[in-house]
């Protein structure tokens, strides 16, 4: 009897496809300009893991953080005496940044700026001249840059990610009534070991109308909940699910099942020291120790409180070649698709990882730390 063939690891994986639709002008007159080569088709397109421990593997191992903004100056000089003008575009979240460019920021500017992201929640920048290198270069001083295993990358500068609806849509149709790409409240990457700090979109196409991008504050969103009911959260955990679901090794028939990690539901910012709430309707699962009933109840009305409050909300209007640098740590975003890929929309993202989430009970709000009304 002949030998049973050896079976490469490679099918373990699902075999990536080349892409034929058509890059937007704009976005490949940048990449071009960023010596990146494209002759191989874009974007580049890991093999999809198919195998739920193959994907925990990747990051399953506690890594040193520290948060840049944590050693900032606290007045920011550096960074917004050197700025054309500093404009907060609502009273908690959200700030735009003008006359500076990213890619030339010093390390004390950078410091600030985190520091900046995390008091602010999400800071803007338009009219950016920055490559995806660079934008790969300046995430790297927030932290660890998460390689995704499976999202589409810029062929050969690996963790920076590609943000293309159109492209999204060729896999998952999307229309109408069930928008596409990311039009539903989130957090990036809550499922890892060490989730998500700073994320770093820039966007050198948009649509002439609609396409904005919404953020809402984390800070806040605690703020809204009575003192009481803080309480009853404060030290509670969490259970969070990876966006994308994998097979069981040892029992493929069972289904697919997602990365899971338990978390606080209640998080402190390391640079700030403010307490935020840290759930999102499309990956927190349940609240550790509640019956199902209970905990769907609670966190029910957290992301009521988180979405339905417009005023610890920003909503941006992109213009061509504009970045965002906003903390997954307080906040949430929700992509408008409003323009329905009737007009191209293009941008790569980098996120820097953070540190594993922690509480600490004698935190501050943020508005009891700017001596703010508390109630």
Same mark, same amino acid.
């Given at each position: ?93 959200? /700030? ?34 920055? /490559? ?139 640079? /700030? ?10 990956? /927190? ?91």
């Amino acid at each position: 009897m002949a030998p049973a063939p050896i079976v490469p690891a490679i099918l373990d994986y699902v075999q990536p496809r080349k892409d034929t639709l058509a890059l937007p002008a704009t976005a490949r007159a940048r990449l071009e300009k960023a010596g990146i080569d494209l002759s191989n088709g874009y974007p580049y397109r890991p093999a999809k893991p198919l195998y739920l421990d193959d994907v925990i593997a990747i990051r399953n191992e506690d890594r040193e953080h520290v948060d840049p903004g944590s050693r900032a100056d606290p007045e920011k000089k550096a960074l917004l005496g050197a700025a054309e003008k500093v404009i907060h575009l609502t009273k908690h979240i959200g /700030t735009e940044i003008v006359g500076l460019q990213l890619k030339d920021l010093t390390a004390q500017q950078k410091d600030e700026l985190g520091l900046l992201i995390a008091e602010r929640s999400v800071v803007f920048f338009r009219d950016q001249d920055i /490559t995806p290198q660079q934008q790969k270069e300046l995430g790297q001083w927030f932290g660890e840059i998460e390689v995704h295993p499976q999202v589409p990358q810029v062929p050969g500068v690996e963790g920076v990610t590609v943000i293309w609806p159109e492209l999204q849509a060729t896999e998952n149709e999307a229309n109408f009534r069930r928008p596409g790409g990311a039009s539903r409240w989130h957090t990036d990457l809550v499922h890892e070991k060490q989730p998500a700090g700073v994320t770093h979109l820039h966007n050198d196409t948009v649509p002439e109308v609609g396409g904005d991008t919404l953020w809402a504050s984390g800070y806040s969103a605690y703020e809204k909940l009575s003192p009481e009911f803080r309480k009853l959260i404060d030290g509670k955990q969490a259970i969070y699910r990876s966006a994308h679901p994998y097979l069981d090794r040892n029992d493929p028939t069972a289904g697919p099942k997602y990365v899971e990690r338990v978390h606080p539901l209640v998080r402190v910012h390391p640079a /700030t020291g403010w307490k935020a709430l840290w759930v999102n309707r499309a990956m /927190t699962v349940s609240i550790v120790g509640l019956d199902k009933a209970e905990s769907d109840l609670i966190l029910g009305y957290l992301y009521d409180v988180y979405e339905r409050n417009v005023d610890i909300q920003v909503r941006f209007k992109w213009t061509p070649r504009t970045s965002a640098l906003w903390d997954n740590r307080i906040t949430i975003h929700n992509a408008s698709w409003d323009y329905e890929n009737s007009e191209p929309r293009h941008g790569t993202r980098v996120t820097s990882l953070a540190e594993k989430p922690f509480f600490k009970a004698d935190a501050p709000t943020r508005r009891e730390a700017l001596g703010l009304v508390s109630q």
